[in-house]
């Protein structure tokens, strides 16, 4: 079965350009989150979407993040204009339902100079 | 709020010892628990849950994690380590506040020697 699939799996930006990350969560799973994991603080999750509908932005570090699912099989997370505290490495997670385990993908690691 | 300490940030083993990977967390109610791996480079893996039931949970690779509600714990183990559990390992909490999102622990490196 495949699993979470994000893309790209590398970026690396100058600052105030727009990033795109792209996920594609397992078919059938109506939650999706998207972490971000840095050295200082962890792994952090920004939105969690179930349904395709946002529940839960409250970790979305400020105005230059959005995140969007536009069907059951694909979302993006957006940075602009992008800056170099914004470099970590961002995970598309997704589970079955609300609670149950999530799947993670392999993660973009997002480097912006 | 949930939240989720795990006190070592690092730990050494030799390689056949066993291990224990402490985990305490902060929730009013029966939570949801995970054990997470990391491997560098990597997403990470599912090793094991507690959703309710025997508080002795039996993970992939090994490993069993024990649900402890007087001590708020979640200790994870393996009774006998190998080279290749060399990772970084969190736990886990599900937060039922903000619609069943995670709340890592900040993880533990472990480092396996010969």
């Known amino acids: 079965d495949a699993g979470v699939i994000q893309s790209p799996r590398h970026e690396v930006t100058e600052m105030g350009q727009e990033v795109t990350l792209r996920c594609k969560p397992i078919s059938g799973h109506n939650s999706l989150f998207w972490y971000r994991q840095t050295m200082m603080r962890g792994l952090e999750l920004l939105i969690y979407?179930?349904?395709?509908?946002?529940?839960?932005d409250s970790g979305m570090p400020e105005d230059r993040f959005s995140a969007k699912m536009p069907n059951a099989s694909f979302s993006t997370l957006k940075i602009q204009p992008s800056e170099p505290r914004d470099s970590a490495v961002y995970f598309c997670a997704s589970s079955l339902k609300g609670g149950q385990p999530q799947h993670f993908g392999d993660g973009t690691r997002l480097s912006i100079l | 709020a949930q939240s989720v300490t795990q006190p070592d940030i690092h730990i050494t083993v030799s390689e056949g010892a066993s291990l224990e990977l402490r985990c305490n967390y902060s929730y009013g109610a029966t939570p949801y628990l995970f054990w997470y791996v990391q491997s560098p480079g990597q997403g990470l893996q599912l090793l094991l849950k507690y959703f309710s039931g025997d508080t002795l949970v039996q993970g992939i690779k090994g490993f069993e994690a024990e649900f402890k509600r007087s001590q708020s714990s979640f200790n994870l183990r393996k009774p006998s380590v190998h080279w290749s559990d060399a990772a970084e390992y969190f736990c886990a909490v599900v937060a039922t506040d903000s619609g069943y999102a995670l709340n890592f622990g900040k993880g533990t490196s472990l480092l396996v020697t010969p």
């Open positions: 979407f179930n349904n395709n509908v946002p529940i839960d």
